[in-house]
């Protein structure tokens, strides 16, 4: 499957009175990462949503472990992989550490969100292009 990693710079106004990271943070730090993890391989969202059609790839379903406090100042490395591509959803798996310590883990099920045929339609759940799964599987390059 596909991984992915970068460092946030903690910032004081993510952060509670203590210094200490205000967990929904953590919720802004998933969604970053899964749209950083598609343009690593070549699925850019901004290009995606206008090639296939779809308003986006939505959270289903979401949590977290919170471990260790991240604080104000910590450059906090989040890792996150693919772990599972279905028809129309996949799940993606965050871990969250600071000089090495695991902090915090996640998860996000996101699914494949087709745009309505007509103006005003309902939005639905569409399965994966071919070439968007393999890319999401790691089976293909961009």
Aim: include cysteine; charged fraction near 25%; glycine fraction near 8%.
């Amino acid at each position: 499957m596909v991984s992915h990693e970068h460092v946030v710079s903690v910032r004081w106004g993510q952060c509670d009175p203590a210094g200490i990271v205000f967990y929904p943070r953590f919720f802004e730090w998933f969604d970053q990462s899964t749209e950083a993890l598609f343009t690593v391989v070549g699925l850019p969202w901004p290009a995606l949503f206008a090639t296939y059609r779809v308003s986006g790839v939505s959270i289903v379903e979401a949590g977290a472990r919170f471990t260790a406090p991240v604080r104000y100042g910590d450059g906090a490395r989040i890792r996150s992989t693919i772990v599972e591509v279905r028809d129309k959803t996949f799940r993606v798996e965050h871990e969250v550490s600071v000089n090495g310590a695991r902090c915090a883990t996640g998860f996000e099920m996101r699914a494949w969100i087709a745009l309505p045929d007509t103006p005003g339609g309902r939005l639905r759940s569409a399965p994966f292009p071919a070439e968007v799964a393999a890319r999401l599987k790691g089976e293909a390059r961009p």
